[in-house]
């Protein structure tokens, strides 16, 4: 098992700029979900999903979009990079159907938008 | 809102033991974990807590109050590869929404 990938893991953006970073898990899991990790704030969820077809928004979800089309895939759209997105990106998955709903995490993007 | 606190550096000595306290207020309360990150790298799961009391796993044992908001992470016979930031999580709302603190750096010395 691969467990989870994420590419890239480095990427440049000029403001105004998209891009789709990549997150995917070969664990079958239920739950996927993306965080951005900034100094001294520690992660933030950006936005989850539950299955395949199902996304939700979580704490910090503005500039952001994902789909899930799979259960293996769930990747997140910056529409028009800012840099305040500059940041580490991580995707993390877990079962739903364990008790601890143990996270998963990618070894993450680091995006800076200049 | 959401608060977590904790603190944001800690220092040990190779060998001792070391207690990482977390203080969380939350609206709805559906567990406690705590991961542990090596500077770049992701996070990694160490321990989950939803009911009060001590949970021991090898070295790492972590505990919760839930009528304090309070849990702490106890770092038994340091060795310098436990060097990282452990971050203390709490579970929100649904089974879906985690909430993280800032994260604690620990630094172990000779």
């Known amino acids: 098992n691969a467990g989870v990938t994420q590419t890239p893991k480095f990427q440049v953006l000029k403001t105004g700029q998209s891009m789709t970073l990549q997150c995917a898990q070969d664990?079958?899991?239920?739950?996927m979900s993306w965080y951005r990790q900034d100094p001294g704030m520690g992660l933030r969820l950006i936005h989850y999903?539950?299955?395949?077809?199902?996304?939700d928004q979580g704490e910090v979800p503005n500039g952001y979009n994902v789909s899930r089309s799979t259960t293996e895939d769930f990747p997140l759209r910056l529409l028009s990079a800012a840099p305040s997105q500059t940041s580490v990106y991580f995707c993390?998955?877990?079962?739903?159907?364990?008790?601890?709903?143990?996270?998963?995490f990618g070894p993450g993007t680091r995006l800076t938008v200049l | 809102g959401q608060n977590i606190d904790q603190p944001t550096e800690m220092t040990a000595t190779e060998g001792a033991i070391v207690q990482i306290n977390c203080t969380y207020q939350?609206?709805?309360?559906?567990?406690l974990f705590w991961y542990q990150q090596h500077a770049g790298e992701a996070p990694t799961f160490l321990s989950y807590?939803?009911?009060?009391g001590l949970e021991e796993k090898g070295r790492f044992s972590s505990f919760l109050s839930r009528s304090k908001g309070y849990s702490y992470l106890l770092l038994k016979e340091l060795q310098m590869k436990d060097s990282a930031s452990y971050l203390c999580?709490?579970?929100?709302?649904?089974?879906?929404?985690?909430?993280f603190g800032a994260g604690t750096r620990l630094t172990v010395k000779p």
């Open positions: 999580a709490v579970r929100v709302y649904n089974n879906n929404d985690m909430r």
């Open positions: 993390a998955s877990s079962s739903l159907g364990l008790a601890n709903n143990e996270q998963f």
């Open positions: 807590n939803v009911l009060d």
């Open positions: 939350t609206s709805g309360f559906n567990g």
């Open positions: 999903s539950v299955g395949a077809g199902i996304t």
């Open positions: 664990m079958n899991h239920e739950y």
